[in-house]
């Protein structure tokens, strides 16, 4: 059973998550949050596989909450599926920067927003091209990777493979088949290639692959 927790400042938007989410029976939703404030202490409390939390709400907003439920030192990180209405303004760039896992339109179906949250409860957080690609592209842009000095990344042929897909907004399922491996060998490139570049996530390898320019993609190598 996937347990997720419930972030919004509207009770109708709560209430028809909830009943999205819980029609097919895998998943449960466990709590539910007005504000980001609110949202931390009953995750921490609760510990809910996945949070949704949305970005403006009174009282706590979404980014704080976000960036302390995916704290690596917090001893154990919660997913964050960020709920958007997709207008690409500072709130969803925020939320990016402070570790939020992806995105989900308001909007959406009920069937892409459980395919989204098992995703996320399974560490897949890019599971939507449409939305988190796009969102990270337009990051990327927006935030241009400062100049270093350091050396490029040792990647291997592999693990350049499994970047470009990740900077396209591939999940790992996606990946897995395109590349005709096991998802569980992409999970393992993946692990590889976060502790690589030093980023705390999958979506942060993918905004640094879009952010480097001297990233060759195609041919997965970068230039020395």
Avoid at 65 to 91: H, K, N, W
Avoid at 132 to 156: N, Q, Y
């Amino acid at each position: 059973m996937i347990r997720v927790l419930i972030a919004d400042d509207q009770p109708s938007v709560r209430r028809s998550l909830r009943t999205f989410l819980e029609v097919d029976g895998d998943i449960e939703v466990v709590g539910e949050a007005s504000n980001g404030q609110e949202a931390v202490e009953r995750a921490c409390r609760l510990r809910p596989d996945v949070v949704l939390m949305d970005v403006r709400m009174p009282g706590g907003d979404g980014l704080t909450a976000t960036a302390q439920l995916s704290d690596p030192t917090a001893g154990r990180p919660v997913p964050v599926l960020v709920i958007t209405t997709f207008d690409l303004d500072e709130y969803v760039f925020g939320a990016l920067e402070n570790g939020a896992a992806g995105f989900l339109l308001k909007d959406a179906d009920p069937t892409h927003l459980t395919l989204t949250v098992r995703a996320a409860a399974a560490g897949d957080g890019l599971v939507s091209p449409a939305v988190t690609g796009r969102v990270i592209r337009e990051f990327a842009r927006r935030r241009p990777a400062k100049k270093s000095s350091l050396p490029l990344p040792d990647l291997t042929a592999r693990e350049s493979d499994v970047l470009t897909a990740l900077a396209d907004g591939q999940s790992n399922a996606e990946i897995a088949e395109s590349l005709f491996v096991e998802v569980g060998t992409v999970k393992t490139h993946v692990s590889r290639i976060i502790a690589k570049l030093g980023v705390r996530d999958r979506v942060q390898a993918a905004i640094w692959s879009h952010q480097n320019p001297h990233w060759n993609r195609e041919d997965g190598a970068g230039t020395r």
